[in-house]
């Protein structure tokens, strides 16, 4: 038994006038994540990976499909969404932003603590010690504010709030992109830390491949999820969509790895035009639009996924 799996799930916008926009930052999205699995979902701006995200906490309700946690329905059992709100835990991307920067780094961790754990006095003040500690960080820095502390530190002490209340599961959303490059791998290397340690099942949402790239490093057998316009396009090891990546759009997100370390060829070598605007069809292979293989068929319908052992594209190239 998968410990989550998303069925066939939708996450549909409306906009503008009489709702006549309309965007699905998900669609039709199938995922089964185990226990203790590492997995990096990876995905351009706008992909949907913090639409992605935010259902996997339970924060953000579908509008198809199902999201089972432990087999349970998350919307239709209020235990179930119960416990994934405590034990899948939101790592965010602004540092910053995720803490009240009026109440200390003691009063942010204790919060949790004491909501989840009920502890209070010297025994909350302990666990708040030995969480800051686990995190890397110096006890001394716990009466201080959020603004007295570097971006680094401060994703640590988000890092202790998500694992304050012992969860199975770390989603953390481009938990490095908005810290300067010299604290991202301390950050991944505590995320690895923790999840060995902890037993837990750990998310890495990227857009930066080397991140991904990073993390299969530090860790063994990472599952890869790349995801453009909603859809997961492609499902496999990590090491095998980087050595031999079947989608176009991986083909693209891979080949552009290598233009900014190598200055290798250009995209337009590759036949790929990037458009004026990132124009996302909501008929179809969201990527038809760029593809350089498109056929009529890929603006009409999605494919279906061809599975071959642990991977899994959908592409009308592959069958
Ligand atoms: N509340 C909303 N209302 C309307 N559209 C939304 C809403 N939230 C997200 N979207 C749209 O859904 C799509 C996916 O958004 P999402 O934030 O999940 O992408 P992302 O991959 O996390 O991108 P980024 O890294 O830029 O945040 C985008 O087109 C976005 O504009």
Redesign the pocket.
Known sequence: MALIKLDDLTVR?T?GRFNKKV?Y?LKGVDLEINSGETVSVI??????????ARVLVALEKPTGGTYLYKDKDVWKDKGARKEVRREVQYIYQDPISALNPSKTIRESISYPVKKHLKLKGDELYGKVVELVKAVGLDPSLVDRYPNQLSGGQLQRVNIARAISVNPKVLIAD?PVTMLDASYRVGIIDLLVKLKKEMDMTLVLIT?DLAIAKYLNYKSEGVKGVVIYG?RVVEEGKIDDIIQNPLHPYSKFLVGSYIDINYEAAEAEDRGVQEPKEAV?PNQGCPFSVKCPYAVDKCKKGFPNYTVNRDRKVACYLYG
């Open positions: 916008y906009q965007i930052a995905g351009e701006s706008g992909a949907g990976k913090t639409t992605l481009e857009h909603g996302i």
